[in-house]
């Protein structure tokens, strides 16, 4: 029979395992219920699929995401082992030959959503399968403590139900010590053995950096990198704008984000795999899954919403153990954008009644009636309708759903996308012919760059909003823009993939408008409250710049004795030797510049100073509490008039 190291080295070529692999695969075979806390990048994956392996029957790995799934499968595939990811892609048809083929096909792991096992098919399935290990990965979902809570997460348990021999692991890289606890308690494991493995990695160096010009500093750093980076922004048009800026400063960029189509993500994914382009400036839905060990620097230019999100994106840094790089580039700036961004998007009790209201309002549903009816739904388009706020009604409708008020498929994120397939020179010749449709092309054009070259992304809803034109004194809607857009498809002027951002919606219990907000008033409070305290703790420890890094993230996740890393900004300006600071040198420099100019930023005095950044600041701190510099509106240092 074979073990496990025999496996490791057959199929993954590696030596040997990384502590505690080992341990946790041998808790396993032994039939231990088994909870791992694993850095991002520590093989959380293998501490499930070789223990599989070893035994008889299917592991059944319940996973949040789709990308995370098949790209855990199309891995499994290649090395000959044979794997399956139960997905919207599988109709009832297709998802009954599936199990056939799991149930006599020799198939060792089975790869689902929680949302998908909760549908009774799918369970009378898995009732017909041998079952030797449940694998739960990214377990922190399962908390309302945890910074990704989704609800299907809490009946996961019924797969012990179904099997009960079966034992379960439960994996995670970021959840504090009451996280891990409410991951016991959710599943109902007993005689549960856990592990952790230390935050501390020795090869990354963890860099807070407060500057004025994030653009600038993000391109200084990246030409000192040599090999991939990940940078992370806060939205779309952020990743867009950056990785434009860092292409024409001659950095090979390319973007990501949640509104890309499957083919664009596809190739921008490859080719920053590839290192055509190794930058790759994204959103946080860049990440899950992704397997590249030499990547050399994480830079986020946003304020991340929770430490849990920020020690995941730095982990995927240095994976093969060489030495990379995280840096946070943050300003006062920077910090009030996030925590605007924040207060935009909680949405208290009586804003969610509000809410309420009008979406029963909407479907015409009275008091006391319930609406047994799947619905089409459209975010965009009902808070345009009713004046609604589209990021405080997203958080609205989260919490509906949370509380199983509501149930609502997840379609927000997709987008229709066009490219025009003509020349300039046709187009305007189109236009003069067609003058009804001369003012949506001119919209086209003016909102959304590069439908020449490639795909893009639009929004139907919000091209309406933008037509001044009436018809018979009704204003157009988001029907009529695609009516237009088919006709320019028919006509070959543009290439049109229409996504409907309709989601099916039902309404799960009657409607009772002050008995439900009544109800749930308290739960809203509470998970507000987890929102804002999360973000205040990233905030806190950017800020902190006294106590090591590692120590900081150790102590936040319940690890008593961190460590001090010697590598981060705060040991590396600890260690520095003590130079007393001559402020009126650097006073009687500073002033000298004036001379010639009028005005100059920070920024723009600490270059042409040869004294540290820290002293200069200081120093321009006290020359404005002496009055002999000012800053103007546009943030810039000028001497008073007195001087």
Same mark, same amino acid.
């Given at each position: 029979?074979?073990?496990?190291?025999?496996?490791?080295?057959?199929?993954?070529?590696?030596?040997?395992?990384?502590?505690?692999?080992?341990?946790?695969?041998?808790?396993?075979?032994?039939?231990?219920?088994?909870?791992?806390?694993?850095?991002?990048?520590?093989?959380?994956?293998?501490?499930?699929?070789?223990?599989?392996?070893?035994?008889?029957?299917?592991?059944?790995?319940?996973?949040?995401?789709?990308?995370? !799934?098949?790209?855990?499968?199309?891995?499994?595939?290649?090395?000959?082992?044979?794997?399956?990811?139960?997905?919207?892609?599988?109709?009832?048809?297709?998802?009954?030959?599936?199990?056939?083929?799991?149930?006599?096909?020799?198939?060792?792991?089975?790869?689902?959503?929680?949302?998908?096992?909760?549908?009774?098919?799918?369970?009378?399935?898995?009732?017909?399968?041998?079952?030797?290990?449940?694998?739960?990965?990214?377990?922190?979902?399962?908390?309302?403590?945890?910074?990704?809570?989704?609800?299907?997460?809490?009946?996961?348990?019924?797969?012990?139900?179904?099997?009960?021999?079966?034992?379960?692991?439960?994996?995670?890289?970021?959840?504090?010590?009451?996280?891990?606890?409410?991951?016991?308690?959710?599943?109902?494991?007993?005689?549960?053995?856990?592990?952790?493995?230390?935050?501390?990695?020795?090869?990354?160096?963890?860099?807070?950096?407060?500057?004025?010009?994030?653009?600038?500093?993000?391109?200084?750093? $990246?030409?000192?990198?040599?090999?991939?980076?990940?940078?992370?922004?806060?939205?779309?048009?952020?990743?867009?704008?950056?990785?434009?800026?860092?292409?024409?400063?001659?950095?090979?960029?390319?973007?990501?984000?949640?509104?890309?189509?499957?083919?664009?993500? !596809?190739?921008?994914?490859?080719?920053? !795999?590839?290192?055509?382009?190794?930058?790759?400036?994204?959103?946080?839905?860049?990440? !899950?899954?992704?397997?590249?060990?030499?990547?050399?620097?994480?830079?986020?230019?946003?304020?991340?919403?929770?430490?849990?999100?920020?020690?995941?994106?730095?982990?995927?840094?240095?994976?093969?153990?060489?030495?990379?790089?995280?840096?946070?580039?943050?300003?006062?700036?920077?910090?009030?954008?996030?925590?605007?961004?924040?207060?935009?998007?909680?949405?208290?009790?009586?804003?969610?009644?509000?809410?309420?209201?009008?979406?029963?309002?909407?479907?015409?549903?009275?008091?006391?009636?319930?609406?047994?009816?799947?619905?089409?739904?459209?975010? %965009?388009?009902?808070?345009?309708?009713?004046? $609604?706020?589209?990021?405080?009604?997203?958080?609205?409708?989260?919490?509906?759903? $949370?509380?199983?008020?509501?149930?609502?498929?997840?379609?927000?994120?997709?987008?229709?996308?066009?490219?025009?397939?003509?020349?300039?020179?046709?187009?305007?010749?189109?236009?003069?012919?067609?003058?009804?449709?001369?003012?949506?092309?001119?919209?086209?054009?003016?909102?959304?760059?590069?439908?020449?070259?490639?795909?893009?992304?639009?929004?139907?809803?919000?091209?309406?909003?933008?037509?001044?034109?009436?018809?018979?004194?009704?204003?157009?809607?988001?029907?009529?823009?695609?009516?237009?857009?088919?006709?320019?498809?028919?006509?070959?002027?543009?290439?049109?993939?229409?996504?409907?951002?309709?989601?099916?919606?039902?309404?799960?219990?009657?409607?009772?408008?002050?008995?439900?907000?009544?109800?749930?008033? =308290?739960?809203?409070?509470?998970?507000?409250?987890?929102?804002?305290?999360?973000?205040?703790?990233?905030?806190?420890?950017? %800020?902190?710049?006294?106590?090591?890094?590692?120590?900081?993230?150790?102590?936040?996740?319940?690890?008593?004795?961190?460590?001090?890393?010697?590598?981060?900004?705060?040991?590396?300006?600890?260690?520095?030797?003590?130079? =007393?600071?001559?402020?009126?040198?650097?006073?009687?420099?500073?002033?000298?510049?004036?001379?010639?100019?009028?005005?100059?930023?920070?920024?723009?005095?600490?270059?042409?100073?040869?004294?540290?950044?820290?002293?200069?600041?200081?120093?321009?701190?006290?020359?404005?509490?002496?009055?002999?510099?000012?800053?103007?509106?546009?943030?810039?240092?000028? =001497?008073?008039?007195?001087?």
């Amino acid at each position: 029979m074979k073990s496990s190291i025999d496996l490791l080295q057959k199929y993954w070529k590696h030596p040997d395992f990384r502590e505690p692999q080992k341990e946790i695969i041998d808790a396993v075979l032994n039939n231990s219920n088994v909870l791992a806390l694993l850095p991002t990048g520590a093989g959380k994956s293998l501490c499930f699929q070789i223990p599989a392996l070893l035994q008889p029957g299917v592991c059944i790995v319940i996973s949040p995401l789709i990308a995370l !799934m098949e790209d855990q499968v199309e891995n499994l595939q290649k090395k000959g082992i044979k794997a399956i990811a139960l997905t919207s892609k599988y109709n009832r048809e297709k998802t009954v030959q599936a199990f056939d083929n799991i149930q006599y096909g020799n198939y060792k792991f089975l790869y689902l959503s929680p949302e998908k096992l909760q549908s009774d098919f799918i369970q009378e399935k898995i009732k017909q399968l041998q079952v030797s290990l449940i694998a739960v990965d990214e377990a922190h979902c399962i908390s309302q403590w945890g910074h990704d809570f989704r609800p299907a997460y809490l009946k996961i348990h019924i797969l012990k139900e179904i099997h009960p021999k079966a034992n379960i692991i439960a994996l995670t890289a970021s959840a504090t010590s009451l996280v891990l606890d409410d991951i016991i308690e959710q599943l109902q494991l007993k005689k549960v053995q856990t592990f952790r493995k230390p935050l501390l990695r020795k090869n990354l160096e963890i860099q807070i950096i407060s500057t004025e010009n994030i653009y600038e500093k993000l391109n200084n750093s $990246l030409k000192q990198i040599n090999g991939s980076s990940i940078v992370y922004t806060g939205t779309r048009k952020n990743c867009i704008q950056i990785s434009n800026y860092l292409n024409r400063q001659g950095l090979k960029s390319t973007y990501y984000h949640g509104g890309l189509s499957y083919d664009q993500k !596809m190739k921008h994914h490859t080719a920053w !795999m590839e290192e055509t382009t190794p930058i790759i400036v994204a959103t946080n839905a860049f990440g !899950m899954g992704i397997d590249k060990a030499n990547v050399r620097a994480i830079i986020h230019t946003n304020i991340p919403n929770s430490i849990e999100n920020y020690t995941q994106e730095i982990g995927r840094a240095g994976r093969d153990g060489l030495n990379s790089v995280s840096k946070l580039l943050f300003n006062n700036g920077t910090i009030a954008d996030s925590q605007n961004y924040l207060y935009k998007s909680i949405a208290d009790p009586k804003f969610c009644k509000e809410v309420y209201i009008k979406l029963n309002e909407n479907y015409q549903i009275g008091n006391g009636e319930f609406f047994e009816k799947k619905v089409l739904f459209n975010l %965009q388009d009902f808070c345009t309708k009713y004046n $609604l706020p589209i990021l405080k009604t997203f958080s609205a409708m989260h919490f509906f759903e $949370l509380e199983s008020i509501i149930e609502v498929n997840q379609n927000y994120g997709k987008k229709s996308s066009l490219k025009i397939i003509v020349s300039n020179n046709y187009l305007f010749e189109y236009e003069k012919r067609n003058p009804k449709l001369e003012e949506l092309l001119k919209i086209i054009l003016r909102n959304y760059g590069g439908t020449f070259d490639q795909f893009i992304p639009i929004n139907e809803s919000s091209i309406a909003n933008k037509l001044t034109i009436n018809i018979q004194n009704i204003k157009p809607d988001k029907r009529y823009v695609i009516a237009l857009l088919k006709q320019l498809h028919y006509d070959k002027i543009i290439y049109y993939k229409v996504v409907s951002n309709d989601a099916d919606l039902q309404f799960l219990v009657p409607r009772e408008d002050n008995y439900v907000i009544h109800h749930i008033s =308290k739960n809203i409070d509470f998970r507000n409250k987890i929102k804002i305290d999360k973000a205040q703790k990233v905030i806190n420890f950017i %800020q902190n710049d006294t106590v090591c890094r590692n120590i900081q993230l150790s102590h936040y996740f319940g690890e008593k004795n961190g460590i001090k890393c010697g590598i981060c900004d705060v040991c590396i300006a600890e260690n520095k030797p003590k130079i =007393k600071t001559d402020f009126e040198s650097i006073s009687k420099e500073i002033t000298s510049l004036f001379i010639e100019k009028e005005q100059l930023s920070a920024n723009e005095i600490i270059k042409q100073l040869l004294f540290d950044k820290n002293s200069i600041i200081k120093t321009l701190q006290l020359l404005i509490e002496k009055n002999t510099l000012r800053l103007t509106s546009q943030n810039k240092f000028e =001497k008073t008039k007195n001087e």
